[in-house]
């Protein structure tokens, strides 16, 4: 019999419509796709309701996910609802109060402690991109999953730990499916091109994850369906894996034995932090410079810069124009590109300023 999945997303922000619900559609999907069924989905405001709407979702499901509510304001009731429909205390939790202080860089305060307070038993589900981890348990035979509420905090959450989770309750097993990372290209692209390739005994289906797009294959044509994929793509857009498009680059840059280098204006060093956070930077990055104009001695200088309202990345003087619906054409016989997408918003002040979609680059080689 398929497990029984409630989806309860908290929040007033998105009852007001203020914001939009990101999460019910996404876990939905990846949840049906490895055998799942979703009965329930539902989005309260954070109010004294939260504790009867999620023992009503309990009792008539097997798996409970919850999303939000896990902030450190008097608003954020979601873990003292889960501590009692869980029978179980809330209590700092040692691991939960390291990550907590290692993230924020300082003494965590009464206001902060919230977010280290675990209902007892629970374990946890680290946030690399927050302040509030994730946590789980298994209660009465009935599994329940609290994420934090921030899309860029919860999908890593949810695609690293979650899924791996959920996929042992049911002994999930898939080994016929082969897993592909793609760059650059955009999801519906890629899927045009899939389809186009028109290859019989073949399916296959994407994910989009902050920076990259996964690619599942399976079928007994496989091999011959990404052969003619990567002649579409080239080799460097299509690599076997789960592959971070960081991670990516630093190999290739090590077996071609390239350096790099980056000038920053509308990225405001956050290609740089990519790099830095690399174990191997120090053997092919040669500096950056933010907000200037400085040559740094590299096989490969990546500029990011505005020119009369638009906005451009150059590769050793290779310009390509940046903008929300596209990815400017570029020449794949090159040898390594960077890009982004960047998308023009506004502080309260007025002034504009440079935001990068879902905070991630796009690196291609």
Known sequence: MDKKVAICAIG??????????????????????????????????????????????????????????????CDDMTRYAISNISNLDLEVNKKAYDLLKEYIKIEVDEVNLRQAMIPKGYKILENKNGTACGFYNKIDNKIIISLPGPPNELRPIFDDDVINILKKEISYKDNSR????????????????????????VTWATRVKDNHIILYVKGSNKDLFIEKLTNKLTKYLIVKGNIE????????????????????????????NLIVK?????????????????????????????????????INDIKIKVNIDEIGNFDLEKKIAISTILLLSFYAQGCDVIDIINNSPYYYV
Do not use: M
Request: net charge negative; glycine share 6%.
């Open 12 to 73: 007033t922000e998105i009852t007001r419509g203020i914001i939009q619900d990101k999460h019910v559609y996404y876990i939905s999907k990846e949840l049906t796709e490895i055998g799942f069924t979703i009965s329930q989905a539902t989005i309260i405001p954070d109010d004294d309701n939260i504790e009867f709407v999620l023992r009503n979702l309990l009792s008539n499901n097997d798996v409970l996910i919850i999303t939000g509510g896990l902030g450190p304001t």
């Open 245 to 272: 498009p960081i991670k990516h680059l630093e190999k290739v840059l090590l077996d071609k034995n390239l350096t790099i280098g980056v000038i920053e204006k509308t990225t405001l060093g956050y290609i740089t």
């Open 278 to 314: 690399t174990n191997t930077y120090n053997k092919w990055y040669k500096g950056s410079v933010i907000n200037t104009v400085l040559d740094i001695d590299c096989d490969i200088l990546v500029k990011t810069y505005k020119e009369k309202n638009n906005y451009f990345i150059s």
């Open 178 to 201: 082969d897993e592909y990372s793609t760059y650059i290209i955009r999801e519906s692209k890629l899927e045009e091109t899939c389809r186009d390739l028109n290859i019989d005994n």
